[in-house]
Nanobody
């Protein structure tokens, strides 16, 4: 069984910063990629950023230059540093890990709420 535990969400004013963390534990092996998605009310879940093992980092156009994804492979942890936050960044943020031989498994965190409002 695989567990993804997220932390770091909350309420922040426009222009502020937050740092999300997601730690993977359990029977997880051969991590292929770690990333973050978000889902705003009434909208589909969308990719925010992903960091494959040995590949190029990907960012949604809407967050480029403001968000930074990083990984601590020794801790199976992925981070999302979010700067210059905007009200349109308000959403539930989900951690995703693709793992297993042939990247055959995908696991999701429980989600953490990020609200950007004055």
């Amino acid at each position: 069984q695989v567990h993804l535990v997220e932390s770091g969400g909350g309420l922040v004013q426009p222009g502020g910063s937050l740092r999300l963390s997601c730690a993977a534990s359990g029977s997880i092996f051969s991590i292929n990629a770690m990333g973050w998605y978000r889902q705003a009310p009434g909208k589909q879940r969308e990719l925010v950023a992903s960091k494959p093992s040995g590949g190029n980092t990907n960012y949604a156009d809407s967050v480029k230059g403001r968000f930074t994804i990083s990984r601590d492979n020794a801790k199976n942890t992925v981070y999302l540093q979010m700067n210059s936050l905007k009200p349109e960044d308000t959403a539930v943020y989900y951690c995703n890990v693709v793992w297993g031989y042939g990247a055959g498994f995908s696991s999701w965190g429980q989600g953490t709420q990020v609200t950007v409002s004055s």
